[in-house]
Each structure stands twice: as structure tokens, then as C-alpha cells.
């Protein structure tokens, strides 16, 4: 029997074009089990959200993003398939933004949250879009692929990006402590409930990735804590079902962190095969 893995990638706003092409050519590399087959949409309404086995909530402007979504009633349904049904879920840039449980240097009630990772964002870290960089990262977790300068890193491109500055505790329900500091918001709680709430296991946040080398604001801090230089800022990190990434692969020609991330979504498919 053919069965299709519907992989979304949200279009309200921002790079999903890009993001379904790369998918497209990871889609190539990554092998299934007979009579499975990959298949890529774009998202904007609930009714094709719910034929979704995994979904990627692209780059682009964050606040435009959770406006449109709540204008189209997707809010709670997108806090469902990430927080509930634990569906495999990867944001970049405005994604990451989207899926922390606390952002700052956000004016309350004008940024909405959809949550599922344990960390605070700070938004626009590294400056307006005039800013914007290009830098190689080291990310262990993806398959060799050495470049014309001899290198195997990956080049993450950087616009008006976040970083994660926090990780926060692991819990069920809202990071309530952030919501006490200025300019911070944080996403509201929606957590499986009964006998689906006992079988998830809560699981820490992963750093997968940072960018050498700290900016000029935070050197100070560095020195009093005796940290490293080369501890970075932290661009990239997972958390159970839900991966985000600062930069934008979706454009590069790398397909890397695609086909991983497609490895990721159909061993989760397996798995929960195997346990029904």
C-alpha cells in the first residue's frame, strides 16, 4: 500500500518557496520503506495542517507570521501539532523565534508564541538587516561534504537573526519567570493531557550548533564568567521533536540539514509504527 509522508512547510509569509525546493532535492537521498514516498505542500489553512507529518515554519518577518496565523485561526492548531501531538517540527530564523517559549526584546501583545522550545530568543540579535552575515559552521551532526576551500562546515547565512540565550528549565506549562522581565514575552501552555501526558517523556534542550566567537556586548560577561571565546553564540539547537536553527540553509544549495532533518522525521515515523 502507497503511503504519503505530507511534509508542510508553513506559507503565510517568508522563504517557503526555498525551503520545498531544498526538501525536493533532500527528498532524493533520503531512503523509505517500500511504498512510502515523500510529498511537500504549503500550508496556510487547518484542514491542510492536519494531513501534515511533519512541518517547517520558515524565515521571514516573526510578527507577520503569528498575526496572519491567529487572523486564520492557526495558532492553537500549530501549538497543538507541536506541543500536543509532538509532531517533528523545524523553525528558522522567524521560526526559531516562533517556537520558543520566551522571546525578547518584544513589546507585550505584539508577538505571539507558538512554543515548544525550552529556551528565550533574543530577536534580532545581531542587528538590522544592513548587518546581515555570512559565517561557516561547524555542525557535527551532518553528513561530510568537503567545498571548494577544503572545508566540510556549513555556510549559515545570518538576516536580522536571533540567537538563543537562554536555555530554560524543562517543564509542563508556561515559563511563567520569563514573563516577569520587560519587553519579554512567552508562549502560553498546551501540554498533552491523561494517559498521552504519562507517555511523553520531557526531554532537555540539545545545543546542535553555535557561532564562534561572542559579540562586542557580551565579552565582558565572558571574561567574569571565565567562558571560552570559542563557546559562541548558540544558533541552533533540538528539543525532542522540535529543531531550530538562527540562520537560513534554506538559502544555500546545501541540502545537508534537509536530508537530516528528513532522516529525523522518517525515523519517527518508524517508531511510532513500531508502537502501535
Known sequence: MTRDIIVGV??????????????????????????QRWKFAEIRTVE???RCEALIIPGGESTTVSLVAARSNMLEPLRDFVKV????????????????????????????????????????YFGRQTESFEAPLALPFLRSKVGEDGSDRFNGIF???PVVEKLLPVIRGEQTGEGAFDETVIAPAKAAEGEKAKKQV??????????????????EKIVALGMADEVGDIVAVKQGNVFGTSFHPELTEDARIHIWWLEQVRDTLEDQDQDR
Open 10 to 35: 508553513l506559507a503565510l509569509q517568508g522563504a517557503f518557496y526555498e525551503h520545498i525546493k531544498l526538501l525536493q532535492q533532500a527528498a532524493t537521498e533520503v531512503a523509505l520503506n517500500d511504498g
Open 48 to 50: 491542510e495542517l492536519e
Open 85 to 124: 501531538r509532538r509532531k517533528p517540527t523545524w523553525g528558522t530564523c522567524a521560526g526559531l523565534i516562533l517556537l520558543a517559549e520566551s522571546a525578547n526584546r518584544t513589546k507585550k501583545g505584539g508577538q505571539d508564541l507558538i512554543g515548544g522550545l525550552d529556551v528565550k530568543v533574543n530577536r534580532n
Open 159 to 161: 538576516i536580522r537573526a
Open 202 to 219: 520531557l526531554r532537555p534542550v540539545e545545543v546542535m550548533a553555535t557561532l564562534p566567537g561572542r559579540s562586542r556586548t557580551l565579552k
